[in-house]
């Protein structure tokens, strides 16, 4: 399950997109830049993310056994 970005918290500060590993999430080169998560499939559910994240905007969907 890919990581879920809560928009109103997120302030789009790109570090989420810089330490995932498995390059899952990507901040946007566009206008209104904004954080989109490019390959929900490939995501680890490793956590670097939403632990790192200073807003404490991202969560985990863990799929279920």
């Known amino acids: 399950m ?3 970005i809560n928009k109103t918290k997120c302030t ?17 080169e566009d206008e209104h830049p904004q954080i989109i998560v490019r390959y929900p499939n490939e995501c680890w559910h490793c956590r ?14 863990y799929p279920l056994s």
């Open 2 to 4: 890919p990581p879920v």
């Open 12 to 28: 789009v500060c790109g570090l989420c997109a810089e330490i995932c590993c498995m390059d899952v999430l990507k901040k946007t």
């Open 48 to 61: 670097a993310c939403a632990i790192d994240c200073p807003t404490d905007a991202i969560r985990l969907r």
